[in-house]
């Protein structure tokens, strides 16, 4: 007998994982088959001239979305979604909170970056995914990087790059 994936084993959401948690509840909701309720919000207009058996659909898989996603924000960001009235509305409350656009935040990632060195007792492995991570969160909050860029900033975190 198959099993299916359970929601108490998703990672919650904890404020320092947002774009790793955005990215698995997006495939959980696909899994579940209602992801497009997150994707377009849906004016209230527009839900009252549908058919009343395409509403009802809309609603119970809208209201199949929010239990996922409430069910993987812990109780210490709960209050942040709770006045919001769809599953779009939800993910843009915390997207609002955790997600920020300013010029603080990508002067923040930036001196990250240029801090980030790659020394002997670390894995080269794990620096790559640092790095990695790191471009993700300045792409993201809405910096853009070219390949060349890229392969600059790399090249500076790495040791032994003052011999070349």
């Not at 009252?48 to 109780?75: F, G, S, W, Y």
């Not at 790191?134 to 853009?144: D, F, N, P, Y």
Request: glycine share 4%; with cysteine; hydrophobic share 40%.
């Amino acid at each position: 007998m198959a099993t299916s994936v359970g929601v108490h084993n998703f990672p919650q959401l904890n404020g320092a994982n947002f774009s790793n948690w955005k990215f698995r509840v997006e495939c959980l909701l696909d899994e579940k088959g209602v992801k497009y309720v997150i994707e377009k919000e849906l004016k209230t207009e527009e839900i009252e001239r549908l058919p009343d058996k395409d509403k009802k659909e809309l609603l119970a898989k809208d209201a199949k979305a929010k239990a996922v996603i409430v069910q993987c924000v812990t109780d210490k960001h709960i209050d942040y979604i709770k006045d919001a009235k769809s599953a779009y509305g939800m993910i843009m409350c915390l997207k609002e909170v955790f997600e920020r656009k300013t010029t603080l935040s990508k002067l923040y990632i930036r001196k990250q970056l240029l801090l980030l060195k790659c020394s002997n007792d670390i894995e080269l492995q794990d620096h790559f995914e640092k790095f990695d991570k790191l471009i993700r969160e300045l792409e993201s909050a809405g910096s853009k990087m070219d390949e060349t860029d890229k392969v600059c900033h790399l090249l500076l975190t790495m040791k032994n790059i003052n011999q070349l």
